[in-house]
């Protein structure tokens, strides 16, 4: 079992910053990627970034440029530096882990933060 805590959300006018962060618990030695989705209103869950062990990165097209995903492999923490945040950018962001015991995989979840931008 991996427990995820998200911290950082907030108001934010448009083109400022946000930097939100997550701190994994319990068997993190299972960990292979940690990344962030988002969910706004009346939309599906949609990937926002991700990072594996090997400190690969991958954005969606329309973060690219202004969002940075990074994580600290000691402390078991991912953090989400959003910067030109815009109003689309509007959104509940969880935190999700992705783990690997020998062939079972699971995703694990945070209780979401949210973001808002206002224009």
């Known amino acids: 079992q991996v427990q995820l805590v998200e911290s950082g959300g907030g108001l934010v006018q448009a083109g400022g910053s946000l930097r939100l962060s997550c701190a994994a618990s319990g068997s993190t030695f299972s960990i292979n990627a940690m990344g962030w989705y988002r969910q706004a209103p009346g939309k599906q869950r949609e990937l926002v970034a991700t990072?594996?062990?090997?400190?690969?990165?991958d954005y969606t097209d329309s973060v690219k440029g202004r969002f940075t995903i990074s994580r600290d492999n000691v402390k078991n923490i991912v953090s989400l530096q959003m910067n030109s945040l815009k109003p689309e950018d509007t959104a509940v962001y969880y935190c999700n882990a992705k783990t690997r015991i020998l062939m079972a995989r699971s995703d694990y979840w945070g209780q979401g933060t949210q973001v808002t931008v206002s224009s």
């Open positions: 990072i594996n062990n090997g400190g690969s990165t």
